[in-house]
DNA sequence: TATTTTTAGTTGTATAGACCAAAAAGTTCT
DNA sequence: AGAACTTTTTGGTCTATACAACTAAAAATA
């Protein structure tokens, strides 16, 4: 299990094999890990090195210590899995429901100067506009507008939007977005809103805008959303640091 | 600087320093800190320990290293300060405004199967529910009701809760919340959120429940919140997991 | 039987040292 | 002046050990 003669540290194989372990479900939430001691003896490794080890998987959520107890499994994060989504492809199948599109309009646009700041680029660069009903099992959910800066994503068609757009941005184009801002706030639904969402006027709705930057940092899109309130709920799991 | 006999652990007091360095702004972003062999001499303690404190500050994102040349201060992240902020006083703070609070009831009631189950407690376990309302530049932001398991908080008082709850809890109870979940949704103002929030019937509110659990996973309270839309807005910032 | 004390086991803190690998700084040679 | 080599400094990994703080179970005591 644990090589010593390996150019991995020590430390990070024991990490791998633990993990594992938790990942398989052989050892379960809230169950005792083998002791300090007992791993240092086991596999004949420095009790300080495998604290290294379980320190890591503390930090990341895997394992929690009790002082004078042992060190136990951790319950099994939904987190992790939300952290991931930046799509609402991917948010609506996380919820296990379908979702569809239908393209309200495309056009490439010059950028307005609130857009260009956000996107960080010149007035007047071109963006693509995308407008788009977002449906969840065949109804209404959200009103989504995605601008896009035109010389990052090039040769864009109604066919890849319609497709699946971030797996061209992805694979394709072989773009990663490493994290995004979100804004969230409550309002009326406006006119377009009510007509696309179906809903009836004065209907609440919760408006979200993310933009998404790249692994450099450079801004890669700006979405508006509008979600029907009666349908949607924001989640979302946050993680203190360790005083 | 560094007191031996403190029973305080030296790496902690370490921590503690460089940090304040680095909020202070006496050591400023990509400067570099003193090496981990200076501290070690300096300060007559072993490098392990002075390892120890950095490695800390490193998973906090105060500093990154770079093996051959040295450890660095990181940039200040909006992000880190959003994810550590989970309390109302924090956040308002956070936004350059001053926040403060006005006390609707202040009660111990048994908990309703469905609070129950939140709080992972048994039916009619007798829990605090706090309701204020909670005010940014003494104008309402919110209307918050809060529910605290009260076999986990003894004692509290109306005093308690008008200074700090939450430090009273991290300090005075050394309970630690680990991590917190928040569902997110849009609403209109009901009748006491007019009333209390003094918006207009038929306003839109956020809807923020937030279930927080401390280091060992068991869920430690509720807190109901409706913010009025037309002042708060929420951010949040997410990172995608490494592929 | 009930209570207190002891004991063994656990994580937490801390030390002193060793060697490695990467980067930077200094030195020598061309 | 520039290139190639050597030395120094830095963080990264690892060992072996010691004692403290805390928990839970076992043993002794009332």
């Known amino acids: 299990m644990i090589d010593k003669q390996s150019p991995i540290p020590i430390y990070h194989q024991l990490e791998e094999y633990i993990k594992q372990l938790i990942e398989n479900g052989k050892l379960?939430?809230?169950?005792?890990?083998?002791s300090e001691r007992e791993y240092s003896e086991q596999y004949q490794i420095s009790r300080m090195t495998v604290r290294q080890a379980l320190n890591n998987l503390v930090n990341d959520g895997y394992l929690y210590r009790q002082k004078g107890r042992g060190t136990f499994v951790n319950k099994q994060k939904v987190e992790q899995k939300l952290q991931g989504l930046t799509s609402f492809t991917e948010d609506m199948k996380e919820r296990g429901m379908v979702p569809s599109s239908r393209l309200i309009s495309f056009e490439i646009i010059p950028a307005e100067p609130q857009l260009?700041?956000?996107?960080?680029?010149?007035?007047?660069?071109?963006?693509y506009e995308i407008k788009r009903v977002r449906m969840a099992d065949s109804l209404p959910m959200a009103l989504e507008t995605t601008y896009l800066p035109a010389n990052l994503v090039k040769g864009l068609?109604?066919?890849?939007?319609?497709?699946s757009l971030y797996q061209h941005i992805e694979e394709k184009l072989s773009l990663t977005i490493r994290e995004a801002t979100q804004q969230i706030e409550a309002s009326i639904a406006k006119e377009t809103e009510v007509n696309h969402l179906q809903v009836e006027s004065g209907s609440p709705v919760l408006l979200i805008v993310r933009t998404s930057f790249l692994e450099d940092g450079t801004p890669f899109e700006l979405v508006k959303s509008a979600y029907r309130a009666d349908r949607y709920k924001f989640v979302h799991t946050m993680q203190r640091a360790a005083k």
Chains 1, 2 share one sequence.
Do not use: G, M, W
């Open 116 to 127: 260009a700041r956000k996107l960080d680029i010149k007035e007047n660069t071109p963006v």
């Open 28 to 34: 379960k939430p809230d169950e005792a890990i083998p």
């Open 157 to 163: 068609t109604e066919e890849i939007i319609n497709k």
